[in-house]
């Protein structure tokens, strides 16, 4: 039930594609949906999160859709640059909680 | 100031040293973590400070001590380590009211215990 299950495990898309990045959940408990990227050898750096109260939310090239009723959340970047080359991890929790469910990480390629 | 600052950057360390890892938020945060990431993996939870408090311990063994001196500093100290504690160190703060699970991460500190 605390599970984030995340996919794919790892993506390549050519620059300018449309990588999507999906998420699970089991606990409805949840309320916060954060997306983070990695570079290798840094520390992870909120991107966009979202909560429950609506269905999608956009910065800059990246946009969070949520979708309540199937229990599922999916990172979008559009316009991908190779700049974009990170790993990304999607995560959960509960308002009155300080922690977050991590999802696996995603290790997305943006070719040139 | 939307930084969180970690020190040292690297550390290289035998079974029987002792030392500490270093971090600093000025963003007015009153909750502080630590975490502890292996490769290709999610962080992984130890420690959470509220209000200066440890709110949260994650079954951490004892050879890692938190410290929180005051709401701008933690303090990781390290005694005892084994090979199998390399990894990255990561510091994070978050607010303690409104939007208090938005964590902001430092950089990290890279450690190697030999």
Known sequence: QQQVKQSPQSLIVQKGGIPIINCAYENTAFDYFPWYQQFPGKGPALLIAIRPDVSEKKEGRFTISFNKSAKQFSLHIMDSQPGDSATYFCAASRDSNYQLIWGAGTKLIIKP | ????TQTPKHLVMGMTNKKSLKCEQHMGHRAMYWYKQKAKKPPELMFVYSYEKLSINESVPSRFSP?????????LHLHALQPED???YLCASSPTKVNYNEQFFGPGTRLTVL
């Not at chain 2, 100031?1 to 969180?4: A, I, L, S």
């Not at chain 2, 410290?67 to 303090?75: A, H």
């Open chain 2, 67 to 75: 410290e929180c001196p005051n709401s701008s500093l933690l303090n």
């Open chain 2, 86 to 88: 390399s990894a990255l």
């Open chain 2, 1 to 4: 100031d939307t930084e969180v």
